[in-house]
T-cell receptor, first 114, second 110 residues
Framework: DTAVSQTPKYLVTQMGNDKSIKCEQN?????MYWYKQDSKKFLKIMFS???????INETVPNRFSPKSPDKAHLNLHINSLELGDSAVYFC?????????????FGSGTRLTVV | QKEVEQNSGPLSVPEGAIASLNCTYS??????FFWYRQYSGKSPELIMF????GDKEDGRFTAQLNKASQYVSLLIRDSQPSDSATYLC??????????FGKGTTLSVSS
């Protein structure tokens, strides 16, 4: 039973298209995140939601819009895709209350914009 | 700007040797420190976390934290070829997301 699952695993699309990535966690965690990992393997925080509320919104183009319908789900919609959006996008979750035991990551979505 | 610095490597060690991975961070308010391992094409996997100054051991892995020097390290004893991966250091404060370093690539030769 996958703890943090993302779909799709691969996404190839043309510039200018709109696409969505979905994430679900069954760990009972109250906080979820989107990270972007570029070609040099650098993991950078994009957004964080705690119990459906946006708590972190880093400097990300407003073409990226996260949405959390409930605390177990966090989706990422990207409008007007650009070549520079090509990367691996990771969803992660954690428990914010109590000790911080780190994040659990999903398997990632490799987005290729052509 | 909060930063986490790691030597990108590659760090090459022979099988059975000790691999030493280092990380420095800029924010003195950082409270929690993590080491993740990432195999090529896979997601980051938590290896260890440490909160207090000193050493923390888990099997072949030892994390070391020195808050005064803003330095955290990971030692891997009896390195195995299966340890070959990228190791990511991450830090955070309460209420912020984990900030990752760019990772150190470890190669263990048999």
């Amino acid at each position: 039973d996958t703890a943090v699952s993302q779909t799709p695993k691969y996404l190839v699309t043309q510039m200018g298209n709109d696409k969505s990535i979905k994430c679900e966690q069954n760990l009972g965690h109250d906080t979820m995140y989107w990270y972007k990992q570029d070609s040099k393997k650098f993991l950078k925080i994009m957004f964080s939601y705690n119990n459906k509320e946006l708590i972190i919104n880093e400097t990300v183009p407003n073409r990226f819009s996260p949405k959390s319908p409930d605390k177990a789900h966090l989706n990422l919609h990207i409008n007007s895709l650009e070549l520079g959006d090509s990367a691996v996008y990771f969803c992660a979750s954690s428990q914010q209350t109590g000790p911080n035991y780190g994040y659990t990551f999903g398997s990632g979505t490799r987005l290729t914009v052509v | 700007q909060k930063e986490v610095e790691q030597n990108s490597g590659p760090l090459s060690v022979p099988e059975g040797a000790i691999a030493s991975l280092n990380c420095t961070y800029s924010d003195r308010g950082s409270q929690s420190f993590f080491w993740y391992r990432q195999y090529s094409g896979k997601s980051p996997e938590l290896i260890m976390f440490i909160y207090s100054n000193g050493d923390k051991e888990d099997g072949r892995f030892t994390a070391q934290l020195n808050k005064a020097s803003q330095y955290v390290s990971l030692l891997i004893r009896d390195s195995q070829p299966s340890d070959s991966a990228t190791y990511l250091c991450a830090v955070n404060q309460a209420g912020t997301a984990l900030i990752f370093g760019k990772g150190t690539t470890l190669s263990v030769s048999s």
